[in-house]
């Protein structure tokens, strides 16, 4: 879970969405289809329901309003993930593109084409998928997801201090207290290194 424009040049960013599809082939009768793909603006709502669901209760703030969730799934829908089973939304990431060295206000909700930095707003799981690990697996695909697109060098995202341990686990790093306030909330920013070398050992599609 996290907050952000929070988890968080002149490359390109690869336009046309990718489907990233993992549905299990095999037992079938045993293991419920699994499949991993970009969002797209039909999903906003099973997006906001899950992330209201998950922040209200905690924070009493959204990451995301309804409006935000479409602007970045219309904008910039190669910057999403989705996990789905059996065709129901369990996780998911959305990102945009960011230029500056740090995350600012304005980073809450623009979109900047042609970044080499993919700014996680929002991960967020469907309450019934809690406590499975399901988080730290959609981030791990995530990351090895964009770690693939040209151009992108970096993932930033902003958390709460109780969710550093999780995105440091992640192999994110802190950088110090965030200039973004939410109501009354503080947040740590975190950064990763993306290194498409990293994962092309695990990735096939890199």
């Known amino acids: 879970l996290s907050v952000s424009g929070l988890l968080f040049f002149k ?13 299990l082939q095999q037992r079938r009768h045993t293991l419920p289809a699994s499949e ?6 039909q999903d906003a709502i099973s997006v906001f329901e899950i992330e209201r669901e998950a922040f209200i209760s905690v924070s009493g703030e959204c990451p995301l309003t309804l409006d935000e969730v479409l602007n970045f799934l219309g904008q910039c829908p190669e910057l999403s993930l989705g996990w789905f089973e059996e065709g129901q939304l369990v996780a998911f990431i959305i990102g945009s593109g960011w230029d ?4 600012s206000q304005e980073a ?11 700014h996680i707003h ?24 964009v770690s693939c697109m040209p151009g992108l ?16 686990k992640a192999g994110f790093k802190e950088i110090g207290p965030s200039a973004i ?21 695990r990735n096939s599609d890199c």
Not at 11 to 23: A, E, L, N, Y
Not at 128 to 138: A, D, L, N, P
Not at 181 to 201: D, I, K, P
Request: hydrophobic share 35%.
């Open 11 to 23: 490359p390109f960013f690869q336009k046309t969405p990718v489907r990233v599809d993992s549905s």
């Open 36 to 41: 991993f793909r970009n969002l797209t603006p």
């Open 100 to 103: 500056k060295e740090r995350l």
């Open 108 to 118: 809450m909700t623009q979109h900047v084409p042609d970044s080499s930095t993919v």
């Open 122 to 145: 929002v991960l967020s799981v469907h309450r019934h998928c809690r406590q499975q690990g399901k988080g730290s697996i959609i981030l791990w695909r995530y990351l090895q997801y």
């Open 153 to 168: 060098r970096r993932a930033l995202l902003i958390c709460e201090d109780f969710l550093v341990p999780f995105y440091l």
């Open 181 to 201: 306030t939410v109501s009354n909330m503080h947040f740590q920013e975190m950064e990763y290194t993306l290194s498409g070398q990293a994962y092309s050992r």
